[in-house]
């Protein structure tokens, strides 16, 4: 390995030798679906919370913790935050994609993308419980019904999340190799190294981004194994070593995927040529190898707490329960063992997935104004 890359040919057509002469209708319907998205969610999406999540014994939307600041729209900003990616974003890839069609990083772009299809899921996995104010899809919706609350907007902007902590590791780890040599480790294991450089990266990063959005009050983690947790117990407790470690299972093969060696080729590329994967479609049989492996990576972080609910493990609860318009999320019942006021739900999944083949326990919650969730608790 050398330590710089090669610089990639300007063009990368599926069909080598062969000029395009009509329109390309493969780019054109890919814009139009993707446009075609943002307005089904434009025109389905709501504030208003469904029976199935709403509690009906709460009118408006009080707050019994007070978050960052006594400002009461913070939910309005990431909202704004993530329409202007999405525009920013669609721009640059068009832009850099009729410049450099085939790029491997542009298609990692739409791959970290797309893979928020199964943001639900992973909504659902770690306890992930998203503010009911912000504007979401229906509830009642397949796959969306997933999420302990609600399925919003802002995770449009996966991508700067999952593949943003490649580009200072890439330009890290040129530095390093430049400076260090030919005979350096750097050199020598680029791919171990641009590794280690993302999981330090990508931890620190997730670690500051998402303390901040759970002080601000846009989602919590309503359970959490208590060691490794910061701020347990609490509104904002945050599950650090847990969450800030396994989101790296996704940036780590997102960066190495698009490494490119001394030859130009990225791993992605290099894997689906041995695959053989649409050999005539080389820039197809890249996204798709992309696709598979990012899916299953995602699908790892997802396993990786789906193994904590199992357990049992998480039995630290976020106190005051921050969201009196919604259900309390409560599938293990711990909340009301901790004296919450409920009601409950349990969402979707709640069965064997929690190692509970009989659904939600019958729990003993303790008396009136005990318990550290208890409305009486000066904590709760």
Not at 342 to 357: H, I, M, N
Request: proline share 11%.
């Amino acid at each position: 390995m050398t330590t710089r890359e090669s610089t990639p040919s300007d063009t990368q057509a599926d069909s080598p030798g062969s000029a395009r002469t009509g329109p390309n209708w493969g780019r054109r319907i890919s814009l139009i679906a993707w446009l075609g998205f943002l307005g089904l969610f434009a025109a389905v999406a709501r504030t208003d919370l469904d029976p199935r999540v709403a509690n009906p014994n709460v009118e408006g939307r009080p707050r019994p913790v007070g978050f960052l600041t006594g400002f009461d729209h913070w939910q309005v900003i990431p909202q704004v935050g993530a329409l202007i990616m999405v525009v920013v974003l669609t721009i640059v890839f068009i832009r850099g994609w009729r410049k450099n069609p085939g790029s491997p990083v542009l298609l990692m772009v739409l791959v970290t993308t797309l893979i928020v299809w199964q943001d639900p899921i992973m909504n659902w996995s770690p306890y992930a419980v998203y503010n009911p104010m912000l504007l979401h899809w229906p509830e009642s919706w397949p796959l969306i019904m997933m999420s302990p609350t609600v399925e919003p907007w802002i995770v449009f902007g996966y991508v700067t999340f999952y593949f943003g902590p490649y580009f200072p590791a890439i330009w890290i780890l040129r530095k390093m190799q430049a400076k260090r040599g030919p005979q350096a480790f750097v050199t020598r294991h680029p791919l171990i190294s641009l590794g280690a450089l993302v999981l330090v990266i990508g931890f620190i990063f997730d670690a500051i981004l998402e303390i901040s959005l759970v002080r601000t009050g846009l989602y919590i983690y309503s359970q959490a194994i208590p060691f490794g947790t910061l701020f347990p117990g609490t509104t904002f407790q945050f599950p650090l070593i847990w969450e800030s470690l396994s989101v790296t299972f996704v940036m780590i093969p997102a960066a190495i995927l698009v490494y490119r060696d001394d030859t130009g080729k990225s791993v992605a590329e290099k894997l689906a040529a041995k695959a053989k994967l649409f050999p005539t479609k080389p820039v197809l049989g890249t996204f798709l190898v992309m696709f598979a492996i990012i899916n299953v990576s995602y699908f790892a972080y997802g396993g990786w707490f789906w193994a904590i609910k199992a357990s049992g493990l998480a039995t630290s609860v976020a106190c005051p329960w921050p969201y009196p318009e919604a259900k309390v999320f409560d599938p293990q019942g711990y909340y009301e063992k901790a004296g919450a006021g409920g009601p409950f739900s349990v969402g979707k999944w709640s069965t064997w997935q929690y190692a509970l083949p009989n659904g939600r326990p019958d729990v003993s919650p303790p008396p009136p104004g005990q318990g550290a969730c208890a409305p009486e608790n000066p904590h709760g």
